[in-house]
């Protein structure tokens, strides 16, 4: 009885889910006229939106999971340094926690329709650690990306600083090292070192 009603509650939920997919839910006036009149943060680091089926199963969850405090302030440094947004993120998790706890069930339920039911705790302990997985794996995924790029960023920083030295040794003025040896390398780093040398020359600060 137990597991009969956890696999309903399951699957309720992914049907749930399924209709605010389908037949997304109207923001209210208020929201929307807070919307138009907020002014935007600008973003620390160029970010890119990614889409998927995770991210459209998950993002009615996406405002709740902010209610909770989610991401964290660790997290939300790594969002930026792997230039992904935190709806995108929020979207993931609990669409691969809703995955991980309905993914079980269904196996169960397919399992007793064909005459070979499974004892309820099987399916039950797999979806609790299914779920949990799903909602931990995308951290775990960002915080290797941001790592990963951290290390790229130390190395190109060096050698960034190696050009600079070069070209101040041949004659070249401060600011004209800074530009010629950010235009020199390639790749994610030297695209941040040469955003930020272009928002110091545009808002007129010192690089």
Request: glycine share 12%.
């Amino acid at each position: 009885m137990i597991a009969l009603v956890l696999l309903g509650a399951g699957a309720g939920l992914g049907l749930w889910a399924l209709v605010v997919w389908l037949i997304p839910p109207r923001p209210p006036l208020a929201a929307l006229i807070s919307r138009l009149n907020a002014t935007p943060a600008r973003p620390p680091i160029l970010t890119t939106e990614t889409g998927g089926w995770a991210v459209r199963l998950g993002s009615p969850f996406s405002g709740l999971l902010r209610a909770l405090g989610l991401p964290g302030r660790t997290v939300s440094q790594d969002l930026a340094i792997a230039e992904r947004s935190p709806e995108t993120h929020l979207a993931e998790k609990a669409a691969l926690a809703l995955t991980g706890l309905l993914l079980p069930a269904t196996v169960g339920v397919l399992l007793t329709l064909a005459g070979r039911p499974l004892p309820w705790p099987v399916p039950l302990g797999g979806s609790l650690a299914l779920a949990v997985a799903g909602f931990l794996l995308p951290d775990a995924t960002v915080r290797a990306e941001a790592e990963r790029r951290r290390q790229a960023f130390r190395h190109a920083l060096g050698a960034y600083l190696n050009l600079i030295h070069v070209l101040l040794a041949g004659g070249a003025g401060v600011d004209g090292a800074l530009i010629d040896a950010a235009g020199i390398g390639q790749g994610w780093s030297f695209r941040q070192l040469r955003r930020a040398l272009n928002t110091a020359r545009l808002t007129r600060t010192s690089p």
